[in-house]
């Protein structure tokens, strides 16, 4: 199995920017997809980013696309989001999620119980 820890959440203004980062222990994350997801107080978790084991493939939300970019590295064991132009609807709890199933087949990877690894997740909140 694989541990997930986040890091890198805070407090910004709208327009500024934040980075995240996503360390794994007990396992190397290259035989994962990585995966980031939001949730917002009484909403659903909601599918943001993700990469392809060796990070050739990347896929966004419409939301945050040409705006966050999701980064992998695997000699590190690391995964990052890094969200520019943040906005207030930003504001969420973002957590970082690994998956055994691969782009190209017949799993979208956007969907959260398509991941079997998931960090506790770090607070992001964008002020106006």
């Known amino acids: 199995q694989v541990q997930l820890v986040e890091s890198g959440g805070g407090l910004v203004q709208a327009g500024g920017s934040l980075r995240l980062s996503c360390a794994a222990s007990?396992?190397?994350?290259?035989?994962?997809?990585v995966g980031w997801f939001r949730q917002a107080p009484g909403k659903e978790r909601e599918f943001v980013a993700a990469?392809?084991?060796?990070?050739?493939?990347?896929k966004y939300a419409d939301s945050v696309k040409d705006r966050f970019t999701i980064s992998r590295d695997n000699a590190k064991n690391t995964g990052s989001l890094q969200m520019n132009s943040l906005k207030p609807e930003d504001t969420a709890v973002y957590l970082c999620?690994?998956?055994?199933?691969?782009?190209?087949?017949?799993?979208?990877?956007?969907?959260?119980?398509?991941?079997?690894?998931w960090g506790q997740g770090t607070q992001v909140t964008v002020s106006s």
């Open positions: 999620a690994a998956s055994s199933y691969w782009f190209g087949t017949s799993y979208s990877l956007e969907r959260p119980d398509e991941f079997q690894y």
């Open positions: 007990g396992r190397t994350l290259s035989i994962y997809t």
């Open positions: 990469i392809s084991q060796n990070g050739g493939y990347t």
